[in-house]
């Protein structure tokens, strides 16, 4: 069970919670990164609460928009409450989600969720039986929720995505993003405390 957070039942693992619209995404990306920590992200029906996320703005040297807009990065300069899938070094598909006004490139990088419904389909798409393994990585988790570049720029509040918020307010904590090679020192890396389905410890 998520420490700090009723939005999935120990026992039933039934996800509830109002669905979260496009304008929660519409305000600081650091704001949206800490409160989806706990929010339930489910891919046509299949995924968990979310645990681990990290932050990226205009400004961020690591950030995709940070030498201007592309074809690839088109979406993040978009309205907020889109999806922004991309494949990392070629091998591994990325989720991320738009935030605040239009042409401000700010996203926000899933890293992690506990895996709650359709464990059968995420067990066959990975092949592994672990919980743990399933979704402890931004690649296994789309891999895990069968998510490709046909989500990107996919509005977040329509099928297949469906999100919920959370309810109370978990323990978060933060440290240094994981992968990148500039801004290495910003702490903008939120994951839950306590659960076992980070992609790695935060210290």
Sequence with gaps: MLRGCNSCDPVTKTLTGRPLTRRFFDRDVHEVAADLIGATLLVAGVGGPIVEVESYDQDDPASHA???RTPRNAVMFGPAGYAYVYRSYGIHWCLNFVCEEPGRAEAVLI???EPAAGLDAMRARRGVDDPRALCSGPGKLCQ????????DAHALDEAPFALLE??????????????ITRAVERVWRYGLVGSPFLSRPIR
């Design 111 to 113: 890293r992690a969720l």
């Design 144 to 151: 895990a929720l069968g998510i490709d570049r046909r989500l």
């Design 66 to 68: 940070f030498n201007g």
């Design 166 to 179: 959370r309810y109370g307010t978990p323990e978060i904590a933060t440290g240094p993003r994981i992968g």
